[in-house]
């Protein structure tokens, strides 16, 4: 396949998240509104550009009030920084469809460079005669590098919330017209 521009469909795609919650069990979340401008060639992307969007006031974890908690100048500050955004800097193939995509990742006011490994799962048509793309992307990431610091001690000892948050998309993509 030639290098071509790709849109996400975000109906067949997820962007979602864990974290530890009182030091004994993880909490999910997913984040609802995100785009990307992805420009690749599926089958070889180390020579793809990638800038994945997402939008902060999209989280959502199943629970309003911790929602609106995240949403607050405590976590992500939304009013401040509306959106996370990551930029693919170096793409590196590890076989077997695997690659290390590196690049710069931007919450609240804060860029850090990052490594997350994405799988290419595969291309195809849509019923109509579209051509798509699948990959998943996983990683993890220290909250605390990017200025989400806030916590709470628990009585028996450790933090209400971890620092690591584990990071997993769902990917599918059409060729934009």
Known sequence: ?????????????SVDFSIKHMM???????FNS??????????????AD?????????VDTRNADRDNH??????FDVENHPKMTFKSTHIVSKGD???????????????????????????????????????????AIKRSDYGLTWNS????GGVLVGDKVKIELQVQAAKAE
């Open 1 to 13: 396949m030639a290098k071509t521009k790709w849109a996400v469909d975000p109906a067949h795609s």
């Open 24 to 30: 004994i069990a993880n909490v999910k979340g997913s």
């Open 34 to 47: 995100f785009d990307a401008e992805i420009t690749a060639d599926p089958s070889d992307l180390t020579t």
């Open 50 to 58: 990638i800038v994945f969007n997402v939008a902060l006031s999209s």
């Open 70 to 75: 995240l949403r607050s100048a405590d976590f």
């Open 97 to 139: 469809d695997e690659y290390d995509v590196t690049g710069d990742l931007t919450i609240h006011g804060a860029t850090k460079t990052e490594t997350f490994t994405v799988t290419y799962e595969g291309s195809g048509k849509d019923p109509w005669g579209n051509g798509k793309v699948g990959f998943t992307a996983a990683g």
């Open 153 to 156: 001690a628990l009585e028996t």
